[in-house]
C-alpha cells in the first residue's frame, strides 16, 4: 500500500472517530446551529422593519432585511462550528490522546485532517438548516442552479479556511476555556462588515476596517450570487483571502503539532 493510502486510510479513521463524537453529543452541534438561528430570529423580526426600510423596501421591510442579512447569518454559523472545533481540539491535547497518537504508526497529519473534514461535514449541515429556516423568514434569493453551486463553492472554502485557522488556535491553547475564546472574534467580524448594515453607512474608520476585514468580500460576492448585486473584484478578494488563510494556519497547526512536546 503507497503512502497516500495510507494517508488517506489513517484519515479516514480519524474522521470516523470525530463524527462518532458529534452523534454522541449532539447538544453541542444544536447550540452551534443554534446560534445563528437565534440572531437571523433577533434581526428580521426586531430589527428587520426599521433596517429593511432603510435599504429601501416595502411592507415593514423585513422580506428585504432577511435578504440582505442572511450570508452574514452563514458565516456566523461556520465561525460557530469552527469554535467547536477549536474546542474538540484542545481537548485532544489537553487529554493526552495527541501524545499518543504520536507513538502510534498512522500519518501524523491524519489527526488535523480527521477533525477538518468531520468539522466541513458538520459545517455543511449547519449551513443547510440555517438556510432553510432564512427561507422561511423572508429570505428570497434568486439564483439559478449555477449561481448555489458557486455559493456553495465559496462557503466551502470559507469554512475550510476558518476551520484549519481554529485548528491552529485549538492546538496553541494551554486549555479548553482558552480554545473557546480565541475563536471569538470570528463571530465578530460579520457584524463589523458588511453582514447587516452596508458599510457606508459606518463612520470613516470603522468602514475602513470593514471594507478591508476577510469576510466583507465574502458576504459581498454571497449576495451577488444568490440575490443578483455586483459582485465586482469581491470575489477574487475573497478567494484570495480563503487561499491565504488556509495555507497560513495548515503550515502553523502542522508546525504545532509537529513540535516537540517537552519543550
Known sequence: MSTLSYT?????????????????????????????????????????????????????GREEYATYVTPGILLITIAGVAQGTAISVAMDMTEGIVARFRTMSIARVSVLTGHVV???????????????????????????????????GLLAAVSFAVTWLTV????????????????????????????????????TGLRWFAEYQPFTPVMETLRGLLVGGPIGSSATQALAWCAGITLLSYLWARKLYDRDPSR
Not at 126 to 147: D, E, M, N, S, Y
Not at 174 to 195: C, H, I, M, R
Open 118 to 152: 468531520g468539522s466541513l461535514i458538520q459545517t455543511m449541515v449547519g449551513l443547510a438548516v440555517v438556510t432553510a429556516i432564512a427561507l422561511l423568514v423572508g429570505f428570497r434569493p434568486t439564483a439559478g442552479p449555477i449561481g448555489w453551486l458557486a455559493a456553495a
Open 168 to 203: 491552529a488556535l485549538g492546538m496553541v491553547s494551554k486549555s479548553v476555556e482558552s480554545a473557546s475564546n480565541l475563536p471569538q472574534p470570528l463571530l465578530l467580524l460579520p457584524f463589523l462588515g458588511s453582514g447587516f448594515v452596508p458599510t457606508d453607512s459606518m463612520p
Open 8 to 60: 488517506l486510510s489513517d484519515s479516514a479513521t480519524m474522521l470516523r472517530r470525530n463524527l462518532r463524537h458529534m452523534l454522541r453529543y449532539p447538544s453541542l452541534t444544536v447550540m452551534i446551529i443554534g446560534l445563528p438561528v437565534v440572531f437571523l430570529l433577533l434581526f428580521v423580526y426586531v430589527f428587520g422593519g426599521t433596517l429593511g426600510a432603510g435599504l429601501g423596501g416595502s411592507a415593514g
